[in-house]
């Protein structure tokens, strides 16, 4: 995927996943609402950042995944 003005994807930051999963388990155990964007702004990376890296990292992928199932069930 290519960015406006032709700019390469930003690299996968090789720490993504667990960012994610770490953020996901203390919302879970803080009952508070997980969001997407939160773990973009964790990692320095916008939010179309952080989903094109989605569509190659199955694990950031199911971690993601857990954040919307929390946001529906909450």
Do not use: F
């Amino acid at each position: 995927m290519t960015h406006p003005g032709g700019a390469p994807p930003k690299p996968i930051k090789s720490h993504a996943n667990e960012v994610a999963l770490s953020y996901y388990e203390t919302c879970r155990e803080n009952k508070t609402m997980p969001y997407a964007e939160e773990v973009a702004l964790l990692l320095d990376i916008s939010r179309d950042t952080l989903y094109e890296w989605v569509i190659t990292d199955k694990e950031l992928s199911d971690t993601l995944k857990k954040i919307a199932t929390l946001q529906s069930i909450s």
